[in-house]
């Protein structure tokens, strides 16, 4: 059958299983737009600035573990997008954005709206292609996504001259791909497995280390059987929240810079680190030089790069988390194995101990609005069941902390990259992708107005997201290390001129709530709440100087923590 | 220390600067780099030499294979293995003295003069780099007017082979 490239592109997505797209139209796509409204099999939704658009379907991909996709007009289209794919590549997001580009024949001459995409993305995205011929357009999608959702998954642009969407080529989709050049590890070596469980079970003081690989590969029933079975503590990096439940008894919390002391603690005491699909990010670590001093370490990881590129580690075993664990879990019930059950008592008293500190405590006779309080009762009333997607600065970490994640999928937010606007868009993709559930977005007055014209989209669409922004007027992150660190200079972290956020939430269609005392914070949430089918602002005016506690200062080791 | 790595890579538009902004925006050393399509023309070879510390480099190597365009690669320091360079350089030789001189010079490197004027020679020479160096040194009071490195190549001795 003989298509236009067009069209090409729509039967691909339907053929990849795509039902929903998030893009923004333009010339060098306009093609690609006409294909779009005369076909049923795949939804478009239109946002308001293109950085949504990523946002939105990061914000899809991470609650469902499927393929966001993205399409966006070549130049400025293009480069709205890049920190958002920029995002994604940091935290590991699979995603295929299509980006339009100028006509073949004008490539390279500075044509209207072009920009060299390829060029500009390359060092944040696990791949690009340039599709320079209709014929080769269907492959190559085929190739996209299989590049972006298999090993450890990544954003990949494919970028799509205009001419090539308007040329005909006889349309065929590959049913498989075979790359000679790329062939990720899936199984562990039993060798290193082995040795792995062999240095595990010499363990006096074992710690189980897991961060966001084990939700990528979807293994948080292997990471809890696994977890349980060994009867180590667990701690789960700032993406790993939710692998693991953080009701469990074994569960320490998260740990790193604004981790828990039981959690850093016991990692800076341990005898034997499992660490599982996470990648000893420096916001983990600390100073590396003082990490897990007495520590040996297994590391776990689909990525090779990823391993020893930080910290040394004694055994690594490449392979997807999950398959990796089920071996192990399988090796450990075989064997009959267990660890020294005296020795892990005595540790469990030394970590119940650190946890007796109440590391994460706070003021809860102010009178003003404490923001862990906020989210604190935003667990409760949602019963820990909700989406809860979060911008960047103490409002994420007060949701990190107090959230408790119970269920794999549920917490998102930028962790690699750390980026304001983060939090609206990607909620309306874990909206559309859950229509039925609570979508909860935790935000700051200074992150919300970074892509706050996504109230326009939400608008549009119907999604019914609850908006909880923690309104402490200040850039509150910037403020906390202005206060510790620069003798309180609070160089420009203060937003003079905030909007009413009411009016402004109003003027969009939605619902707007201003929350000033403690005693109508539950009452606001829960009427919130019932509004099932409105998007709800609620502005929370906030304590204005509340800090992040416990807090890991640069260049300290993890046993260093600032506490309340 | 310095590692010579071989690389077979797609023959793809942009596969170059994929390996060039790899080192760049990682912060490795490069101290050359060549590419060529091969017999096969669908691949690239390329040569990397770099310098650092072994994890250093085997984070290198990892992040190479980590390219999606990269099919395989060699360390080929870790084998008994051959490293050429070839260089055109361009020298001045106005009397009849300095003629004879760079030929003999030339000779004794084992080069070959492929261009004469009236006042310049112009002479290719293969070697490994240390030996161009030498030869550089040697020419002393000639004056250069133009040096051409093509940078490093290598092969592995023997049966050891970078093929597919
Ligand atoms: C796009 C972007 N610009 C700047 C920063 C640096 N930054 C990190 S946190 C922060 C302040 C965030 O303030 P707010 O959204 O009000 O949240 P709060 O910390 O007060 O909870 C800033 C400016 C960033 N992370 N992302």
């Known amino acids: 059958m003989e298509l236009t490239g067009a069209e090409i592109f729509t039967h691909c997505l339907k053929e990849e299983g795509v039902d929903l797209i998030f893009g923004y139209p333009g010339g060098a796509v306009l093609h690609i737009y006409d294909a779009l409204y005369q076909q049923q099999d795949v939804s478009h939704i ?27 007009t070549s130049g400025p289209g293009a480069t709205n997008a890049v920190t958002g794919i920029a995002d994604a590549y940091m935290d590991s997001v699979p995603m295929v954005v299509f980006t339009g580009q100028v006509p073949t024949s004008l490539i390279g001459n500075d044509a209207f709206q072009e920009v060299d995409t390829i060029g500009i993305t390359r060092p944040c995205v696990k791949h690009n292609f340039l599709v320079k011929d209709v014929s080769e ?20 642009v494919v970028d799509i001259p205009k001419d090539v969407t308007a040329a005909r080529a006889e349309f065929k989709y590959p049913k498989k791909v075979k790359m000679r050049s790329y062939n990720p590890t899936v199984k562990g070596h039993p060798g290193q497995v082995k040795k792995a ?17 084990v939700l990528t590969s979807g293994a ?16 789960n990096t700032l993406m790993g929240l939710g692998s693991f439940p953080a009701s469990d008894k074994q569960f320490v919390g998260m740990l790193g810079m604004h981790g828990t002391y039981e959690a850093n603690m016991g990692m800076h005491h341990c005898d034997v680190l499992i660490a599982i699909g996470a990648r000893f990010d420096d916001r983990v670590t600390g100073n590396v030089e003082k990490f897990c001093p007495s520590a040996r370490i297994v590391h776990i990881d689909i990525d090779p790069a990823s391993i020893s590129k930080n910290v040394q580690v004694d055994v690594p075993i490449v392979g997807d988390v999950g398959s990796v664990l089920k071996e192990m879990i399988k090796g450990l019930k075989e064997s009959g194995k267990k660890l020294n059950q005296t020795a892990l008592k005595a540790w469990w008293k030394q970590v119940d101990e650190w946890r007796s500190e109440d590391c994460l405590k706070f003021d809860r006779e102010s009178k003003l609005i404490k923001p862990q ?20 600065g103490q409002h994420q970490m007060f949701t990190a902390q107090f959230y408790g994640f119970n269920k794999p999928y549920r917490w998102i937010n930028s962790g690699g990259l750390g980026t304001m606007g983060f939090g609206l868009p990607s909620a309306m993709g874990a909206q559309l992708a859950n229509p039925d559930s609570t979508v909860a977005c935790v935000t700051g007055e200074s992150s919300i107005q970074m892509c706050i014209q996504e109230l326009g989209t939400c608008r549009q669409y119907g999604l019914p997201i609850k908006i909880l922004n923690l309104n402490n007027g200040y850039m509150g992150m910037v403020r906390q290390w202005q206060e510790f660190f620069y003798q309180g200079r609070y160089a420009m972290s203060y937003m003079e001129s905030l909007p009413d956020f009411v009016a402004l939430a109003e003027s969009y269609g939605h619902v707007g709530m201003r929350i000033e005392k403690p005693e109508d914070v539950e009452g606001a949430i829960k009427e919130a709440l019932k509004m099932k089918d409105r998007l709800v602002f609620m502005d929370f005016i906030t304590d204005p100087e509340e800090n992040v506690y416990p807090m890991i200062p640069a260049g300290a080791g993890q046993n260093e923590m600032i506490l309340v | 220390m310095r590692h010579i790595i071989s690389i077979l890579m797609e023959n793809e538009a942009g596969a170059l600067s994929r390996v060039s902004g790899l080192f760049s925006a990682r912060g490795y050393n490069i101290e050359s780099l060549t590419v060529a399509p091969t017999d096969d023309p669908t691949l690239s070879r390329l040569t990397v030499v770099t310098r650092g510390s072994n994890e250093i480099v085997e984070q290198i190597i990892k992040q190479l294979n980590k390219l999606i365009d990269v099919v395989k690669l060699m360390d080929l320091t870790e084998h008994a293995h051959i490293e050429r360079e070839m260089m055109m350089i361009k020298v001045q030789v106005g009397s009849m003295e300095s003629k004879e001189e760079v030929k003999r010079l030339s000779d004794i490197f084992r080069g070959n003069i492929i261009d004469v004027t009236p006042s310049t020679y112009t002479i290719e020479m293969t070697g490994n780099g240390k030996k161009l160096d030498a030869f550089i040194a040697a020419l002393e009071d000639h004056p250069i007017i133009e040096v051409v490195r093509s940078g490093a190549m290598g092969i592995a001795r023997g049966e050891k082979a970078l093929h597919l």
Do not use: C, N, W
Request: hydrophobic share 40%; no cysteine; proline share 4%.
């Open chain 1, 137 to 156: 357009l269907a492959e190559t999608i085929k190739k996209a996504f299989y590049v972006a959702a298999s090993g450890r998954p990544g954003p990949v």
């Open chain 1, 46 to 72: 239109l946002v308001r600035h293109e950085q949504g658009a990523v946002h939105a379907a990061e914000g899809y991909a991470k609650s469902t573990g499927k393929t966001g996709v993205v399409l966006v």
């Open chain 1, 373 to 392: 309080y906020v989210v604190e009762t935003l667990h409760k009333i949602t019963k820990g069941d909700a989406f809860v997607t979060s911008d960047v």
């Open chain 1, 220 to 235: 948080s029933k292997q990471l809890t059987d696994f977890t349980r079975l060994l009867g180590a503590p667990i701690t």
């Open chain 1, 197 to 213: 469980l062999e240095l595990i079970l010499s363990a006096e003081r074992p710690m189980i280390y897991s961060g966001g690989g």
